[in-house]
T-cell receptor, first 114, second 115 residues
């Protein structure tokens, strides 16, 4: 079965710093990968997704992620974070076919200091 | 607003009780997924229904059950509740059309507190 690991439990950055959050999945072959964000007290929102094609995926709010198949990785990046990016970030992989459920990593809490 | 609705928003109950959580998917979505989010376990998949039929089961306890009705709303039933069942329960829905990338849209969640 698939599993997802996120390397950082809590990341603290100052505004304008660059961000990279690590994510590795366990299983090879065709994968659908996602990054979701959960702002305090809110539901999960999709930041970006990778299904196929260009391994560099651009999402909302200036986020991007790079799919590196050889490393089983899908790291999330943002060149310059803002205080409003303070949230918890979850990497997920779809298990099974196109209607498969998501398997989530444990999440990374990002705190951005103004 | 994702278009997925969940009721109630908060639920406080006692050990041994039974509760029902309700989810209405986005219009046109046939799939409903239930997830449990707790501090120690993180976000865990419970169960998936597609157009009324159970499609997949995850880490769902035998005390928990779910169903999806003809109007596509879904209910998650939790019985013989224990303290450890306190968590945030999310449902998500997705479109059957590959065109929309099968993205899962999450509802606001139901926060269950078992005392």
């Amino acid at each position: 079965a698939q599993s997802v690991s996120q390397h950082n439990h809590h990341v603290i950055l100052s505004e304008a710093a660059s961000l990279e959050l690590g994510c590795n999945y366990s299983y090879g072959g065709t994968v659908n990968l996602f990054w979701y964000v959960q702002y305090p007290g809110q539901h999960l929102q999709l930041l970006l997704k990778y299904f196929s094609g260009d391994p560099l995926v651009k999402g909302i709010k200036g986020f991007e992620a790079e799919f590196i198949k050889s490393k089983f990785s899908f790291n999330l990046r943002k060149p310059s974070v803002q205080w409003s990016d303070t949230a918890e970030y979850f990497c997920a992989v779809r298990d099974g076919g196109s209607q498969g459920n998501l398997i989530f990593g444990k999440g990374t809490k990002l705190s951005v200091k103004p | 607003d994702s278009g997925v609705t969940q009721t109630p928003k908060h639920l406080i109950t006692a050990t041994g009780q039974r509760v029902t959580l309700r989810c209405s998917p986005r219009s046109g979505d046939l799939s409903v997924y239930w997830y449990q989010q707790s501090l120690d376990q993180g976000l865990q998949f419970l169960i998936h229904y597609y157009n009324g039929e159970e499609r997949a089961k995850g880490n769902i306890l035998e005390r928990f059950s779910a169903q999806q009705f003809p109007d596509l709303h879904s209910e998650l039933n939790l019985s013989s509740l224990e303290l450890g069942d306190s968590a945030l329960y999310f449902c998500a829905s997705s479109s059957p059309l590959i065109l929309f990338g099968n993205e899962q849209f999450f509802g606001p969640g139901t926060r269950l507190t078992v005392l």
